[in-house]
């Protein structure tokens, strides 16, 4: 399993502080934007607890099986 950040997540930055991993990280930019931020994961610290996904109101995380 392994957690997927979509194209259409906003940067409100609400996983970043639901993850008590430090998994998660508003640090890039879309390739085709404005200079939107958007969440980044880091699969090495990610230990798929999901918490993620039920912090994000946009539905912009996914949890599947690679
Ligand atoms: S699944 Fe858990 S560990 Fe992984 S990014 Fe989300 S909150 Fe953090
Ligand atoms: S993935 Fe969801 S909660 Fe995280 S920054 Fe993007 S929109 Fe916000």
Redesign the pocket.
């Known amino acids: 399993m392994a957690i997927t ?1 979509l194209e259409h ?8 502080a639901a993850c008590r991993f430090d998994a ?1 990280t ?1 640090e890039t930019e879309y390739p085709e934007g404005f200079g939107q931020k ?2 980044v994961i880091d699969r090495e610290r990610c230990c798929v607890c999901n918490e ?1 996904l039920s ?4 539905w ?2 996914t949890s599947e099986i690679l």
């Open positions: 950040i997540c906003t940067g409100c930055g609400a996983c970043v998660l508003l958007m969440a993620c912090a994000c109101r946009y912009a995380i």
